[in-house]
């Protein structure tokens, strides 16, 4: 089985910054991309940014210039630098990673538990 726990959520103020944090663990024998998404209650999930494991990224248009995602493979981990926090940034944000138990292996989407992100005007 494979784990993704996320950390750093929080409440902070409209032009303040956080730092969410999306570790992995368990059977997993490579990762291919990883991602940030984030749902607020009544809508659908969106992808908010994602990142390969050769570093290339993908963000959504209404982050673009204030989020920033990287990753640290050898620790199994995707981080999300958001800046200039908007408060239609406030959601739950998911982490997701595409993970492979072995060489060779079927690569399988994980989610983690979801963490609140609440920005106040």
């Known amino acids: 089985q494979v784990q993704l726990v996320e950390s750093g959520g929080g409440l902070v103020q409209a032009g303040g910054s956080l730092r969410l944090s999306c570790a992995g663990s368990?059977?997993?024998?490579?990762?291919?991309?990883m991602g940030w998404y984030r749902q607020v209650p009544g809508k659908q999930r969106e992808l908010v940014a994602t990142i390969t494991s050769g570093g290339s990224t993908n963000y959504a248009d209404s982050v673009k210039g204030r989020f920033t995602i990287s990753r640290d493979n050898a620790k199994n981990t995707v981080y999300l630098q958001m800046n200039s926090l908007k408060p239609e940034d406030t959601a739950v944000y998911y982490c997701?990673?595409?993970?492979?138990?072995?060489?060779?292996?079927?690569?399988?989407?994980?989610w983690g538990q979801g963490t609140q992100v609440t920005v106040s005007s």
């Open positions: 368990g059977s997993i024998f490579s990762i291919n991309t």
């Open positions: 997701n990673a595409n993970v492979a138990y072995y060489s060779g292996g079927n690569f399988r989407a994980y």
